[in-house]
């Protein structure tokens, strides 16, 4: 049976924003859209600028050009808008019908920065590694119903609790000003972060209806006015507008993404790069199974279908695969999009793909997406630190609907024990394995505590008695 929020609606109404199905007027849809464009812009572009930027090309040893990287982070947001896409109208059974934004994934950080700087293996093998590790992903989705009964409630449960505290350290990095930035915790970032995270909150009580929902789109922009206001005063410089300037020189005014198979930096596969990130897509699968969960119980108040998941799980890796044709890096359900929809209960497919075509159309002009990226690091984290603590709220909301026995307390407590406090360690705890195993699990809380959680599932007697 259709729940409410669920039921097919055929009229234009703003009060649809609270339901997955029907028509919202533009006028209410883009500004909902358009905030969840700003609240993933940068964390999508992010992990291109990191990986490219030191990827060296295998077949003359050098660095791609500043022009290269610039049409890579177009790519970027072309493939997220087409990614989203997929999951919100879905395509047979490849996409879930959900809420649910796909950005450019952190998670395939050190595995991608171990397989690109690779003298031997490269930029090529790297894009060669993400297609075949999308399509890997793409049927092991599609093959959910076979293994589904192994991820039970407990897992999970730790599974969203670990995306979630995996993102406070992002949420206060960016408060901070940005991880590694020389400035890092001057009085500027605090003072915007702490504006921005007010007027959020202020915003969320003072606006009426539907517009108290856009309480996260209101802090950005006063934020972001508020920077701004810095910048020009002379007190601090925090938006650069140079980027555009640049992006309209390197790249031009309006660009079609280019597939990588038509430039001079052709993928090669490479099966040794591929096994190198193999077990980091089933990490992905993982983290999109607990935010696929997580927008079910927190957004529509019911368990996950076997249909979502395999077509949520099915785009996670054939969007990746598409993003590695165009030279990208793998794509993932964004948790701090999850989060949005979760706080503000904003679930209806049409509104959010307004941000979707909002993301192909910036990466058709490559200045938009340059004016989005100036947005400072300070105002998204005011933004998004309640978001990805929200996250954190829905898996505990999960855990409290497990049966609470000594079982489930060696789970949880060996999950986080093991997973959280390998990323705490203060050297490498993997030293004396493949550098891959370590590339996976030490900066990764998300997938130590799924493969402890999995494993003591599968394998702890169903009645275990702690003496």
């Not at 690109?116 to 989705?141: K, Q, R, S």
Request: one cysteine or more; glycine letters at 10%; hydrophobic letters at 50%.
């Amino acid at each position: 049976m259709e729940s409410n929020k669920e039921e097919k609606i055929k009229t234009v109404s703003e009060e649809n924003i609270y339901k997955l199905n029907g028509r919202v007027p533009l006028k209410k849809a883009i500004p909902f859209g358009l905030q969840h464009v700003l609240a993933m812009f940068v964390s999508n572009l992010a992990p291109v600028l990191i990986v490219c930027s030191a990827a060296v090309l295998r077949s003359n040893g050098a660095h791609l050009s500043s022009a290269e990287i610039t049409q890579l982070l177009q790519c970027a947001m072309f493939v997220a808008g087409i990614g989203t896409c997929l999951q919100l109208y879905p395509i047979g059974v490849i996409g879930s019908g959900l809420p649910i934004i796909m950005g450019v994934s952190f998670t395939f950080l050190g595995s991608l920065l171990v397989i690109a700087t690779n003298p031997d293996l490269g930029y090529e093998a790297m894009a060669g590694a993400v297609i075949l590790g999308g399509i890997f992903e793409g049927f092991v989705g599609l093959s959910a119903k076979y293994w589904r009964k192994y991820l039970t409630p407990v897992v999970s449960a730790c599974v969203v609790i670990a995306i979630g505290l995996s993102l406070l350290p992002v949420g206060m990095d960016s408060w901070g000003g940005g991880s590694g930035v020389k400035d890092f915790g001057s009085w500027y970032h605090l003072v915007v972060g702490a504006f921005t995270l007010i007027v959020c909150l202020v915003s969320r009580e003072v606006l009426k209806g539907v517009y108290k929902n856009l309480n996260v789109l209101v802090g950005l922009v006063f934020g972001y006015v508020l920077a701004i206001i810095f910048t020009v005063a002379g007190i601090a410089p925090m938006v650069d507008f140079s980027g555009i300037h640049k992006t309209i020189q390197e790249v031009g005014v309006f660009s079609i993404p280019k597939l990588v198979f038509l430039t001079s930096h052709k993928p090669v596969f490479n099966l040794g790069a591929f096994f190198t990130i193999a077990i980091v897509f089933l990490v992905s699968a993982a983290e999109t199974t607990g935010a696929t969960t997580a927008v079910c119980t927190g957004a529509l108040g019911r368990d996950l279908k076997m249909k979502e998941l395999r077509g949520s799980l099915a785009v996670d890796g054939f969007s990746s695969a598409i993003s590695g044709c165009f030279g990208c890096l793998p794509l993932t359900s964004f948790s701090q999009n999850i989060g949005l929809v979760t706080m503000t209960q904003v679930i209806n497919r049409f509104t959010i793909l307004m941000g979707a075509l909002i993301l192909i159309l910036a990466s058709l002009f490559p200045p938009l997406g340059a004016f989005f990226n100036s947005l400072p690091q300070a105002v998204l984290g005011g933004c998004t630190v309640m978001m990805f603590g929200s996250i954190m709220y829905e898996g505990i909301k999960m855990l409290k609907e497990c049966k609470f026995d000594d079982r489930t307390m060696i789970i949880v407590s060996l999950s986080f024990s093991i997973g959280v406090g390998l990323t705490q360690t203060s050297g490498n705890f993997f030293a004396a394995f493949p550098s891959a195993v370590g590339d996976v699990f030490n900066g990764n809380a998300v997938a130590g505590v799924f493969v402890v959680s999995l494993l003591l599932s599968l394998f702890l007697p169903k009645k275990t008695k702690v003496e």
